[in-house]
């Protein structure tokens, strides 16, 4: 049970939304204090659990039938009487999890905090959950799922103080929103022909494949561009975002036909987080000083 629950929460994605949250927090407050560590280990555990665990509950059937899952990218437990034991479990981890410690960083923090805090929670159940489905309500789901991982950074930005406007701080965050919806997009294209056939709608099976590279990678060099607007030397950042665009061009004369070509792409995508996460963590430490 607990190995399954682990799993669900998909830890080679955890990095992806402790980061940001770490990262916006220390560049402005620049020193470790509880509501950093709190706020960090929320966002590295639970915040996933919930995010990709509900998904692994209410997505079950179709996952089922998906032949990408099962590994790096969800597991799928085949015996159904067992799998619901699992989902109960998740479920019930989530709830364990995530409630104690939101409510401690809703009470340390302001009203002001508490918005996009309760947002960002919102937006992963919302994604999922039958009634609301926002991954099935194309463009939506792109823009859900990129608020999945700005949403840790901009929830440190308010709850700092920092707010969301400073010249040092805004192209970060909105390239940062631009990054992930390019990353979501892309996501979908290798689920297009599997969509259409279980009649699940996304941006993917909208615009179909090819265009949904094409809009993948406007987003990503869209990203780029906003981070040109950074002061020396965080405008370096710029470079980043090209390298997934390098990555998506490859798949740019991809079909419908062909689209499950571009998990290949999509296992590139995994794996690039980590030496850009790295790059970004050394800009962070020459150029704090310089932003704010």
């Not at 629950?5 to 402005?28: C, D, E, Q």
């Not at 099962?70 to 019930?92: F, N, Q, S, T, Y």
């Not at 950074?230 to 665009?245: C, E, F, K, T």
């Amino acid at each position: 049970m607990i190995v399954s629950i682990v799993k669900a929460s998909r830890p080679v994605s955890w990095i992806n939304t402790a980061y940001p949250f770490a990262a916006g927090y220390l560049m402005v407050e620049r020193h470790v204090d509880a509501l950093l560590i709190v706020g960090t280990l929320f966002f590295l555990i639970p915040y996933n659990l919930l995010m990709y665990g509900v998904n692994d509950v209410f997505d079950y059937e179709s996952d089922l039938l998906n032949p990408r899952k099962g590994g790096i990218e969800g597991d799928v437990v085949r015996d159904r009487a067992r799998a619901r034991k699992v989902h109960r479990g998740i479920i019930w981890a989530s709830v364990l999890t995530v409630v104690p410690m939101a409510t401690w960083l809703a009470l340390h923090g302001s009203m002001a905090s508490f918005v996009p805090l309760l947002a960002v929670i919102c937006a992963v159940v919302a994604y999922s959950v039958p009634g609301l489905r926002f991954k099935e309500r194309p463009f939506l789901d792109s823009f859900t799922s990129a608020v999945h991982f700005a949403g840790p950074l901009v929830y440190a930005l308010v709850l700092t103080g920092a707010g969301l406007t400073a010249r040092g701080i805004w192209p970060i965050w909105v390239a940062f929103l631009a990054w992930g919806m390019a990353s979501h997009a892309f996501g979908a294209v290798q689920d297009v022909r599997a969509d259409r056939e279980g009649v699940i709608a996304s941006i993917g099976t909208v615009m179909g494949a090819r265009v949904t590279v094409w809009f993948a990678l406007v987003m990503y060099v869209a990203a780029s561009a906003l981070l040109l607007l950074l002061p020396w030397p965080g405008v370096l950042a710029a470079a980043l975002p090209l390298a997934y665009a390098a990555s998506v061009a490859r798949f740019a004369r991809i079909t419908d036909e062909n689209c499950e070509d571009a998990n290949r792409g999509w296992r590139t995508f995994l794996w690039l987080n980590q030496p850009v996460g790295f790059l970004v963590t050394m800009l962070l430490i020459v150029s704090v000083k310089r932003w704010l």
